[in-house]
T-cell receptor, first 114, second 110 residues
Framework: KAGVTQTPRYLIKTRGQQVTLSCSPI?????VSWYQQTPGQGLQFLFE???????NKGNFPGRFSGRQFSNSRSEMNVSTLELGDSALYLC?????????????FGPGTRLTVT | QKEVEQNSGPLSVPEGAIASLNCTYS??????FFWYRQYSGKSPELIMS????GDKEDGRFTAQLNKASQYVSLLIRDSQPSDSATYLC??????????FGPGTRLSVLP
């Protein structure tokens, strides 16, 4: 079974631009979560989607948004990029939402904002 | 107080020894606990999950959970140099979100 895929793997953007990252979950998984990982803050939860609905959202500004499609693929968008948005963005999928699910991570998208 | 705390390390152990990684959490209603391993430059990979008090063993790995003390640990027996990585503790708290600890860097010395 193929794992979680993320595109693109690397991205360089300029401050003020916007960016869209894509995530395809493991086949059959309906829940997709997004995380930002930086050396200073570690792994921080952005949001979770399940059946095309945002189920949970972390403490990030409204510049960070996401959506999920009917095939469970998900995208996240960051508008008006700031230098501090440079990070590894990880997507994780799981079979279902709930208290006992396990998450499987994709390889990540390394975003550099200059 | 951070929601999930871990010693940042590095924790250095000789090859063949037992590595003990610890994690404490603040949300008393937390029900699900996970250990992930992350090699440098790679994404986290799930090692194991634990939901009930006590020990859970999987090969060389044993997770231990004590909800009364709000403590979860991971023991790695017969540590190998390939176990050298950052180990992340993750907790699903009352907010139904995954909360990750900062991670502990483990170095297994040949």
């Amino acid at each position: 079974k193929a794992g979680v895929t993320q595109t693109p793997r690397y991205l360089i953007k300029t401050r003020g631009q916007q960016v869209t990252l894509s995530c395809s979950p493991i086949s059959g998984h309906r829940s997709v979560s997004w995380y930002q990982q930086t050396p200073g803050q570690g792994l921080q939860f952005l949001f979770e989607y399940f059946s095309e609905t945002q189920r949970n959202k972390g403490n990030f500004p409204g510049r960070f948004s996401g959506r999920q499609f009917s095939n469970s693929r998900s995208e996240m968008n960051v508008s008006t990029l700031e230098l501090g948005d440079s990070a590894l963005y990880l997507c994780a999928s799981s079979p279902a939402a709930g208290l006992d699910y396990e998450q499987y991570f994709g390889p990540g998208t390394r975003l550099t904002v200059t | 107080q951070k929601e999930v705390e871990q010693n940042s390390g590095p924790l250095s152990v000789p090859e063949g020894a037992i590595a003990s990684l610890n994690c404490t959490y603040s949300d008393r209603v937390s029900q699900s606990f996970f250990w992930y391993r992350q090699y440098s430059g790679k994404s986290p990979e799930l090692i194991m999950s634990i939901y009930s008090n006590g020990d859970k063993e999987d090969g060389r790995f044993t997770a231990q959970l004590n909800k009364a003390s709000q403590y979860v640990s991971l023991l790695i027996r017969d540590s190998q140099p390939s176990d050298s990585a950052t180990y992340l503790c993750a907790v699903i708290g009352g907010g139904q979100n995954f909360v990750f600890g900062p991670g502990t860097r483990l170095s297994v010395l040949p």
